[in-house]
């Protein structure tokens, strides 16, 4: 997975892939071509490396020449081609190869073509690295097709996004599965797992508790369960390397989700970068982390009804709750500045009943 200016590309043809369709056309070409002193036409700026690998491989005389053309803006075509880099050569009577990096609606061979009839060119073949049928809309033949693809936008192997990625010797593809992942937080007593219930259920989002987590891999003797039960015996913190791993092992469980709640992580900074280095691997990135916001003295009174009915000792002590709050403070006040910075920080309101709540928070995932 590579990531170029704000969009995730994941692999698509490998290397071998590519240069077993560079063999093949080049051995077509030379059939062809071989002795007829060619022209190889050249089409900028994508094509270079394909050209290059093509021009290399023939064994006969040959000539070479460049235009430059352009008719895609980001990742969609316009419609328009745009010659940047006019051809200056005569070329009447010569036999001409054009050299395409991916032909997809045919815009660009057909003004090439027409350009080159007037030209007065004795034959005129097209060799492209990628060909994409369903979107291609003319009638022109393609004559070397190293191989055909589905209409995904691609970068790497001469192709790029917005100037990046043409050095890249492997193909990679957009991604084009865009998770919603949310920091989910709440101060004790503020229904952030009852909020977190509805959410994953709403969008179709993986809840990764954190507590659950842990829970999971001590109680079946994981090698990280095992790992962190170690630490936590001798009264130890456990690793952020750790929490990461199981984390990281729970995103992989899911991978086709469409994105996840991540409850009670991160709760330091370092856990939060090391948490968007882990969702950059994947593909992906923290969405925005979003806080439930309820006054302490609400939350108190909310803790001590609970306490009434849980049999939880820390629901039934007012200091111990006020505690409770104070290290929640103390930790996201931290978080807040860093999401902040990043523009990914959502306070909501808190107050209210539980379809209220529910509500100003959808507000805010549906922006997302």
Same mark, same amino acid.
């Given at each position: 997975?590579?990531?170029?200016?704000?969009?995730?590309?994941?692999?698509?043809?490998?290397?071998?892939?590519?240069?077993?369709?560079?063999?093949?056309?080049?051995?077509?070409?030379?059939?062809?071509?071989?002795?007829?002193?060619?022209?190889?036409?050249?089409?900028?700026?994508?094509?270079?490396?394909?050209?290059?690998?093509?021009?290399?491989?023939?064994?006969?005389?040959?000539?070479?020449?460049?235009?430059?053309?352009?008719?895609?803006?980001?990742?969609?075509?316009?419609?328009?081609?745009?010659?940047?880099?006019?051809?200056?050569?005569?070329?009447?009577?010569?036999?001409?190869?054009?050299?395409?990096?991916?032909?997809?609606?045919?815009?660009?061979?057909?003004?090439?073509?027409?350009?080159?009839?007037?030209?007065?060119?004795?034959?005129?073949?097209?060799?492209?690295?990628?060909?994409?049928?369903?979107?291609?809309?003319?009638?022109?033949?393609?004559?070397?097709?190293?191989?055909?693809?589905?209409?995904?936008?691609?970068?790497?192997?001469?192709?790029?996004?917005?100037?990046?990625?043409?050095?890249?010797?492997?193909?990679?593809?957009?991604?084009?599965?865009?998770?919603?992942?949310?920091?989910?937080?709440?101060?004790?007593?503020?229904?952030?797992?009852?909020?977190? +219930? *509805? @959410? %994953?259920?709403? /969008?179709?989002?993986?809840?990764?508790?954190? &507590?659950?987590?842990?829970?999971?891999? !001590?109680?079946?003797?994981?090698?990280?369960?095992?790992?962190?039960?170690?630490?936590?015996?001798?009264?130890?913190?456990?690793?952020?390397?750790?929490?990461?791993?199981?984390?990281?092992?729970?995103?992989?469980?899911?991978?086709?989700?469409?994105?996840?709640?991540?409850?009670?992580?991160?709760?330091?900074?370092?856990?939060?970068?090391?948490?968007?280095?882990?969702?950059?691997?994947?593909?992906?990135?923290?969405?925005?982390?979003?806080?439930?916001?309820?006054?302490?003295?609400?939350?108190?009174?909310?803790?001590?009804?609970?306490?009434?009915?849980?049999?939880?000792?820390?629901?039934?002590?007012?200091?111990?709750?006020?505690?409770?709050?104070?290290?929640?403070?103390?930790?996201? +006040? *931290? @978080? %807040?500045?860093? /999401?902040?910075?990043?523009?990914?920080?959502? &306070?909501?309101?808190?107050?209210?009943? !539980?379809?209220?709540?529910?509500?100003?928070?959808?507000?805010?995932?549906?922006?997302?």
């Amino acid at each position: 997975m590579i990531k170029l200016h704000e969009l995730y590309f994941e692999k698509y043809i490998h290397a071998p892939v590519i240069e077993e369709a560079i063999d093949r056309v080049a051995g077509q070409i030379n059939a062809e071509f071989g002795d007829k002193n060619p022209i190889f036409l050249v089409i900028l700026n994508g094509a270079f490396k394909f050209a290059s690998d093509v021009i290399s491989r023939f064994k006969g005389d040959c000539e070479v020449e460049f235009m430059k053309l352009s008719s895609y803006d980001g990742t969609e075509t316009t419609g328009n081609v745009v010659v940047q880099l006019p051809l200056e050569v005569d070329l009447e009577d010569r036999h001409v190869v054009i050299i395409e990096d991916v032909v997809d609606s045919g815009n660009t061979i057909e003004m090439l073509l027409t350009s080159l009839v007037h030209s007065g060119v004795a034959r005129c073949h097209i060799a492209s690295l990628f060909f994409k049928p369903k979107s291609y809309t003319k009638e022109y033949k393609i004559h070397y097709v190293g191989m055909e693809i589905e209409n995904d936008f691609i970068v790497g192997y001469g192709l790029d996004y917005n100037g990046l990625g043409r050095n890249l010797n492997e193909v990679y593809k957009l991604k084009s599965n865009i998770m919603t992942n949310l920091v989910l937080f709440g101060p004790p007593g503020a229904g952030k797992g009852t909020q977190a +219930s *509805i @959410l %994953k259920e709403e /969008y179709n989002l993986v809840h990764i508790s954190t &507590g659950d987590v842990f829970r999971y891999n !001590i109680k079946n003797a994981t090698e990280l369960g095992t790992l962190a039960k170690s630490y936590m015996d001798k009264g130890q913190l456990v690793p952020d390397e750790v929490t990461i791993k199981m984390l990281s092992a729970e995103v992989d469980k899911n991978a086709d989700a469409k994105g996840f709640i991540f409850d009670g992580f991160p709760r330091t900074t370092a856990q939060a970068e090391a948490l968007d280095v882990l969702l950059e691997e994947k593909g992906t990135q923290v969405s925005a982390m979003v806080a439930l916001e309820v006054d302490d003295e609400v939350l108190v009174q909310r803790l001590l009804e609970r306490g009434k009915t849980s049999g939880r000792k820390d629901d039934a002590n007012e200091q111990v709750i006020r505690d409770r709050i104070k290290v929640y403070y103390n930790e996201t +006040s *931290i @978080l %807040k500045g860093y /999401y902040q910075e990043q523009d990914k920080y959502h &306070g909501v309101d808190g107050i209210g009943d !539980i379809d209220q709540i529910t509500a100003r928070l959808r507000q805010v995932i549906d922006k997302l």
